[in-house]
C-alpha cells in the first residue's frame, strides 16, 4: 500500500479526548472512504459500489456501520469470528458467550472493515474483516500521545479475522494498515487492541506489523497483590503520526 504523507484533516481538532471521539463518531462510511482516498491517492472508488468501497489491487475494501450490513452479512462476520476464535474463548477466564459476542458485534458505535476478492459480487467469499471504534482509552502520565485529563482517543481494534484458506496473503496487514490511516485521519492519537496471551499466532503477527505493549497492559500495571497470571490477556498499541497531521 502506497501512502501519502498525512493530510491535514479539514476541521480543527478538538480541545479533549471526548470531543475528538464524538467528532470522529459523526464521520459516515462514505466520508470514511473519502478520508482513505485522500490519504493514499492509489486507492480507486469501486464505481458501481454504493460509495463505501474501494478496490485495491486483487482486493475490494468495504467500510460499514453495523446497520449497512445486511443480515447476511453479519452472519458470516459471526461464523467467521466463531470458527476462528470460539475454541480460544472457550479455554480463556471470560468464556465464549455467543449472544454477548453478537450484541458487542453490533452495537451502534461499531465500524467495519471488510474484504473481498476485487472482482467477485458482494455475496462472494469473506476473505476477513476489522471491527474497530473510536473510543477513549486510560493513558499513562508517561505516555507521549496521552492527554493530561488521563484519556487519550484512539482506534480501538476489537476483532480481525482472516479466512483460514486466505491467511499469508496479506491481508491481515492490508486490513490493519487501512484501520490505522483511519484512525489517523479521523482524528485519533494511537490504535489498540486486546489479544489473548494464549493467541501466540496473533501476538508474533501483531508484533511484526509494528504493535508493542501499550503502557496499559496488565503486565505495566499490576496493582497490590495482583499477578500476570490473574490476566490472560495483553493490551498491544501503535503511536499514529498524528502530530505530523497537525
Ligand atoms: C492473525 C491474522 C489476522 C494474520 O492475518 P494474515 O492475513 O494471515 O497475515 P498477513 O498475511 O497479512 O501477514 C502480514 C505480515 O505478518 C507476517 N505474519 C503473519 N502471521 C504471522 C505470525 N503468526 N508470526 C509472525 N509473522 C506473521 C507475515 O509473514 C507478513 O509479513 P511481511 O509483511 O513481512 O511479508 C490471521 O492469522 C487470523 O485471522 N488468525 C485467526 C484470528 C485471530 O487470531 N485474530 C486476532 C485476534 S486478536
Redesign the pocket.
Known amino acids: 500500500m502506497h501512502k501519502r504523507r498525512a493530510a491535514r484533516p479539514a476541521a480543527a481538532r478538538p480541545s479533549g479526548a471526548k470531543a475528538a471521539v464524538a467528532q470522529a463518531s459523526q464521520l459516515t462510511s462514505r466520508a470514511l472512504c473519502a478520508l482513505l482516498r485522500t490519504a493514499d491517492s492509489s486507492l480507486l472508488e469501486d464505481d458501481g459500489g454504493d460509495g463505501r468501497s474501494l478496490l485495491l489491487p486483487e482486493l475490494r475494501l468495504s467500510i460499514a456501520r453495523p446497520s449497512e450490513l445486511s443480515f447476511e452479512e453479519q452472519d458470516a462476520l459471526f461464523a467467521l469470528l466463531e470458527t476462528?476464535?470460539r475454541a480460544?474463548y472457550e479455554t480463556s477466564k471470560s468464556g465464549w458467550d455467543a449472544a454477548e459476542k453478537r450484541g458487542e458485534m453490533y452495537d451502534p458505535a461499531s465500524r467495519f472493515l471488510l474484504l473481498r476478492p476485487r472482482d467477485a459480487g458482494v455475496a462472494s467469499t469473506l476473505g476477513?474483516f476489522l471491527l474497530f471504534r473510536f473510543d477513549t482509552e486510560r493513558c499513562a502520565i508517561a505516555d507521549p500521545d496521552g492527554r493530561a485529563g488521563g484519556l487519550v482517543e484512539v482506534g480501538y481494534c476489537y476483532?480481525?479475522?482472516?479466512d483460514a484458506a486466505?491467511?499469508?496473503?496479506?491481508?491481515?496487514?492490508?486490513l490493519m494498515r487501512h484501520f490505522e490511516a483511519l484512525a489517523l485521519h479521523a482524528g485519533m492519537r494511537k490504535t489498540m487492541?486486546?489479544?489473548?496471551t494464549s493467541?501466540e499466532?496473533?501476538r508474533?503477527?501483531y508484533r511484526?506489523?509494528g504493535y508493542g505493549e501499550d503502557a496499559i497492559t496488565p503486565a505495566r500495571t499490576l496493582g497490590p497483590g495482583e499477578s500476570l497470571s490473574d490476566y490472560d490477556y495483553e493490551i498491544l498499541s501503535r503511536p499514529l503520526d498524528w502530530r505530523g497531521s497537525r
Do not use: P, W, Y
Not at 159 to 162: F, N, P, S, T
Not at 166 to 174: C, E, Y
Not at 193 to 196: R, S
Open positions: 476462528n476464535m480460544l476477513g476483532e480481525l479475522q482472516v486466505s491467511r499469508g496473503a496479506g491481508l491481515g496487514k492490508v487492541l486486546t489479544v489473548f493467541n499466532c496473533a508474533r503477527f511484526h506489523i
